[in-house]
Structures are given as C-alpha cells and as structure tokens.
C-alpha cells in the first residue's frame, strides 16, 4: 500500500520540476550554452587537425611533451587553468594523459585537480561575497549567471560539471550565492564521469 502511493508522489515531484525548468527556461537556456559552446570546441578541433596535418603529428607532439615536461609541471598547468575560469581546454589534458606512462592514472589525477580547481572558485567566490565592493562589481558583470544559479542551483552546477560549459564559473556563482557546500561537493563529483566519459573517448581515437 505504501509502495503505491510512493510511486505517483515521486512522477507527480518530477513532472512539476519538469514544468519548472521549462517555465523558468531551464531548457532553452541548456540549448544556447551548448551552441556557444560548440564554435570554441569546433576551432579547437580543427587546429588541432591543422597542426596534425600540416604541422607535426600530434601523436609526435604529446609524445614530445611527454617525453621533455615532467608531469608535475603539466599538472599544475591544468590546475590553474581549472581554478581560473577553465582557460586552456582540458581535452588537451586528457589527450597528453593518453600518451603518458599511466594513461587512467594520470587522467584521475586530472579529474582530481579539476574538481579541486571548482573547489577553489566555490571558495573564490564565497570570499567575493564578504568583499562589499568586489561583490557589488561581479554581481554585475556576472548578473546572468548568479540569477541563474539562484534559479537552478544543484542543477546547474551537474551540468557545468558534466557538459563542456565554464564549470569554474557555476562554481564561483554557487560561492556567492552561498550554495551549501556539502550540496555543491555531490553535485561537482560528477566532473570524475565527464573525464572518465572524455577519456575513454579520445584514448580510443588516439
């Protein structure tokens, strides 16, 4: 008896978020994040391939960067990138993991030091909002992205997570929003699938 009534509870919970994602544009707003993101991905793609083949093999190219950068450099690298807005794409970290001694052990300490770097723009973030004028200046310039977070939350920190979408500024938008962290830690996990999804993906076409 108390399995039937469970049952219509939880779709009847799930249809209204539906209705609310779709009422307050959850939905269209996922569709243009993905079509902006798309261009950026395409032109880093077809450089890529312009280097592959017009350049230097780009097999020939990580094997050197592996072979003449110790890890810890190229870690590091990753790490600021990750804790600054997410400036040099983490594709070109996991391909460079591919050819590493340890691909999969490699690639964990690089979903590792992602979901580390989100931490410390959660954090950047959470400080900023102590910072009366700093605040008032990046509630501005970063007004779309702190009303959306106030909207969707957990959600949107998944995606950001998940997608190739800024999960740096998810993160710092759930700092000053003052998201709570045990929630923000659950949700900003899911970067292991995204890497893991990506890695296995290019270690096969490499």
């Not at 964990?108 to 900023?128: D, E, K, M, N, P």
Request: hydrophobic content about 55%; proline content about 5%.
């Amino acid at each position: 008896m108390n399995d039937k009534n469970k049952k219509p509870n939880r779709k009847s919970h799930l249809r209204l978020l539906h209705q609310y994602y779709t009422y307050t544009g959850f939905y269209s707003f996922l569709g243009r994040s993905l079509l902006k993101a798309a261009p950026p991905i395409l032109i880093f793609v077809a450089i890529l391939l312009g280097i592959h083949f017009f350049v230097i093999d780009v097999n020939t190219m990580l094997l050197y960067i592996t072979e003449n950068f110790h890890p810890v450099a190229v870690f590091a690298i990753f790490f600021a990138s990750e804790s600054i807005l997410g400036l040099i794409p983490p594709e070109i970290f996991i391909a460079w993991c591919g050819k590493s001694a340890s691909p999969w052990g490699f690639l964990a300490i690089l979903a590792t030091l992602s979901y580390l770097g989100g931490i410390i723009s959660y954090f950047v973030g959470r400080g900023i909002a102590s910072i009366p004028s700093v605040f008032v200046y990046l509630e501005v310039k970063m007004a779309k992205h702190i009303k959306n977070m106030r909207k969707w939350g957990g959600i949107l920190i998944l995606v950001g997570a998940l997608l190739p979408l800024p999960f740096a500024i998810a993160s710092i938008s759930a700092g000053i929003i003052k998201f709570p962290f045990g929630s923000y830690l659950l949700y900003g996990a899911l970067r292991f699938v995204r890497f893991a999804i990506y890695g296995a993906l290019i270690f096969g076409a490499l």
